[in-house]
């Protein structure tokens, strides 16, 4: 067998920085190393993995296909590592964990927390973006699992429904609609609408939600976080539907109001993803156990 792990980091790391000569500073190689080294993968592989295109590498069909297994590879080789080695010399064990940004910000903490009380000697590397990357990232055997605030489109992660997390309608105390002793749908339609980017788990739950009862959302503004569209609401510029994990401070002194509508209870699930065929470590077993057994 000519393929090896060493070439398939430095396939990795080429991907990641686009260049041999990135990569080299990476995996602490020389440049020409770097390159030798991709070259005879390709050639093991008799097959080219990358596109020149100018001074940068850009994966092909057949890097694209490569990538995930040379990731899942290493993920299995770092994780035997950590795990066979003796207790004196390797004491850490290592977690990459994504959270998207409502779960990241507030309910993440708490997870790890309780995590480090259990295990003291542990490792964390923890990614905070939309739903969307992070389910991408744990696909890509980049994350060991993720948390995220929407149903998961990956056809190869598993994804377990998770907590029951409550989205309110709200607004800036001083704000019109909040003086309301209820707010109707047709007022609802015309307000002004703060909401997350597409691929935000709040996103696409809110449109998944409402629009079922108000058809139509007039005005809209995208807003690249949950904490930007809360400090907007307060100064008394539009309305927007958030978890209670994002308002409940807020909330509690008065600077943003709940909206009364005749609107159902909106809710959502939280959900937690592995890959189906990702090794599983004691330490992300832990971390799976710890986060079925979590309550608010």
């Known amino acids: 067998m000519r393929l090896n792990l060493r070439q398939l980091q430095i396939f990795c790391a080429i991907h990641d920085t686009g260049s041999t000569t990135a990569a080299a500073a990476l995996v602490a190689l020389s440049q020409s190393a770097t390159s ?12 080219r993995l990358f596109d020149r295109v100018g001074k940068r590498l850009v994966l092909n069909d057949n890097g694209r296909a490569l990538l995930p297994q040379a990731r899942q590879m ?5 994780h035997i590592e950590s795990d066979l080695r003796p207790a004196a010399a390797s004491p850490r064990r290592y977690l990459r964990i994504g959270a998207s940004s409502t779960i990241g910000n507030y309910v993440l903490p708490r997870l790890v927390r309780r995590l480090r009380d259990a295990m003291p000697n542990l490792r964390l590397e923890v990614r905070i973006g939309n739903s969307r990357e992070i389910a991408s990232l744990v696909a890509g055997f980049q994350l060991d699992a993720g948390l995220i605030e929407a149903p998961c489109h990956e056809a190869q ?40 980017e597409p691929g935000s788990g709040t996103r696409e739950e809110v449109e998944h939600l409402l629009l079922r009862h108000l058809h139509d959302l007039g005005e809209m503004h995208e807003v690249g976080s949950s904490e930007a569209i809360k ?12 978890s209670r994990w994002v ?37 992300l077993e832990s971390f799976w156990r710890l986060c079925q057994g979590f309550a608010h």
Do not use: Y
């Open 157 to 196: 992660l598993n994804a377990e429904p998770w907590l029951v997390d409550e989205l309110l309608l709200v607004a800036g105390a001083d704000h019109p609609l909040a003086q309301q002793a209820e707010v109707g749908l047709g007022a609802l339609s015309r307000a002004e609408w703060l909401l997350r």
């Open 247 to 283: 308002v409940g401070d807020m909330l509690d002194d008065g600077r943003l109001r709940v909206l009364a509508t005749e609107l159902p209870p909106l809710t959502r699930r939280f959900f937690m993803l592995r890959h189906q065929d990702k090794f599983v470590s004691a330490a």
């Open 36 to 47: 030798a080294a991709l070259n005879e993968l390709e050639q093991s592989l008799e097959t």
């Open 231 to 242: 400090n907007t609401l307060v100064q008394g510029i539009g309305v927007s539907c958030l």
């Open 74 to 78: 290493l993920d299995m080789a770092r």
